[in-house]
């Protein structure tokens, strides 16, 4: 097995225990599971693969992911789905409200979105760890709130988690003037501590 074949694995393991529980298990948890299923893995390699992709600071952290880190996997597509309805929800009380700081809550999506507690925690750990969904906010589990992010309205046309990973991306690296810089004259290199060719 491959590195790349051991780190799906590992993610697998992990949003399984999320998937049942509503609670990403520990580093050391998803190690000792891999072992148990005959994958030949370190320790510190599993360690090492969450503090990248989670920032896990320990063998005892959980091991928590992001919505890029579950995109492939058709065991989470439920999940994703309705972290899309989360996005859409967002925008729309963004657009749509007359709050100056408006708010996506747990109650928003208990009541408008019909979830249950289990989910809503889950998507609350989703949502933890997605920038420009929210900008401050908290709580706990099945009961928190967040501020909309100023640039939500970009994610106005998003239909499925991938658009939404999509327009991340473009906000992140946003394109770059196709422009050639200009070069600075010789006066501009004469005046500045740089030696002259």
Do not use: C
Request: charged share 25%; hydrophobic share 40%; net charge negative.
């Amino acid at each position: 097995m491959d590195s790349q074949e051991i780190e799906r694995e590992l993610v697998e393991i992990a949003f399984d225990a999320f998937n049942r529980t509503g609670e990403w298990p520990t580093v050391s948890q998803v190690h000792m599971k891999a072992v148990r299923q005959g994958i030949r893995v370190q320790s510190y390699d599993v360690f090492h693969f969450f503090n990248r992709r989670a920032g896990a600071a320990t063998d005892d952290s959980p091991t928590t992911l992001g919505v890029s880190d579950l995109v492939d996997l058709p065991e989470a597509e439920w999940l994703l789905n309705e972290f899309v309805h989360v996005v859409l929800l967002s925008v729309k009380k963004f657009m749509e409200g007359s709050e100056d700081k408006p708010q996506i809550t747990s109650d928003d999506l208990r009541d408008t979105l019909l979830l249950d507690d289990k989910v809503i925690k889950q998507l609350y750990a989703l949502i933890q760890r997605s920038i420009f969904l929210t900008r401050g906010g908290g709580g706990t589990g099945s009961k928190w709130q967040f501020f909309i992010g100023p640039d939500i309205h970009f994610f106005k046309d998003v239909k499925n988690i991938r658009d939404y990973l999509a327009e991340v991306e473009r906000l992140r690296f946003p394109a770059v003037s196709s422009s050639e810089p200009e070069q600075p004259t010789q006066t501009e290199i004469q005046g500045s501590n740089l030696p002259s060719s």
